[in-house]
């Protein structure tokens, strides 16, 4: 059984702890649930070489005090809702708005969300569909959310709902992504390139557990099982329109993104074609072509930096959490 109890929380907009401040000085003080259940076990495997560790499964969820005006759904690992990093303080904003706020981990912190691996799927629908069913929330108002890996997991879970897969008939009215992989094509040759050429020693370790993975879950590599990558990937750049894209025609979506190749080629050795940008143009504009008028790509100019004030344009800093609620309720 999964273990449910309040969690402290450290919110951003808050001067005063939770215990000492009253509903007056604190109009938007969240309620929080934390859902977590046992771990299947120590270390999740990425190659023979390298293991991260396991975490709860499981959900915690930030509800505003007052009526409910939609949900956002987080597909990162980790429910630390005290953490300095900029995904964990996106539900403050959100409570303000009276949106709630929801961050599911199937327990793994590298999760691929391979198309084979439905139990995991399974596991996710019934962690959202178990709050739809327990609190007063709009099903129609449902945002998938999630940076880098954690943006390909939203793009496909959203895809798999709306599919009709979910027991529970979830289907995103918006997805938003930051700086997330969506062409597999494209990101497993650049983790290869990483690797031929040791380019750098950040981006060969990244590539030898991505590529391994991919290697391992899709039969082999894109040049051996083309279909599966095509599968696999949310979003394909080729002579034709992706087939995938027709699901969105219907569903706001926003992929933010800031293309500072000079950062990428002095700090990681990677151009345009080793950075997520393209896949978050491609998309966008793909989408526009098929008539969606609610798909934006939105990028930035030096506001990617990481909790501890270091440069880095892969960050959820890069996102005006405040406007995207917004934007959301506005849709």
Known sequence: MASIRPIALLCCFFACSLTSCTQKTVPYQPQAIDVREPK????QQLTPDIAIPLEDPGYTLLLPRDTIKGLAVFFGSGRDTSDAGY??????????RQVATLYVTTGRRIEFLFDADTARYEQLDRYIGQV?????????RLMFMGMSLAGTRAMKFGYWCLDGHSQYNIRPRAIAICDAPLDFFRFWRE?????????????????????AQLEQHLGGTPEEVPEAYRRYSPYVKGAMISPELERLKNVAVRAYTEPDVQWWMANRRKDYYGINALDAAGLANELHLLGNAEAEL???LDKGYRPDGSRHPHSWSIVDNGELVEWFLGL
């Open 40 to 43: 299947e076990g120590d270390l």
């Open 87 to 96: 995904e964990m303080r996106f539900y403050a904003e959100a409570a303000r």
């Open 132 to 140: 739809l069913d327990t609190y007063p929330i709009p099903r129609g």
């Open 191 to 211: 983790g290869a390139f990483s690797i031929r050429y040791n380019t750098n020693p950040t981006s060969a370790n990244e590539a030898s557990w991505v590529n």
């Open 298 to 300: 939105i990028t930035t």
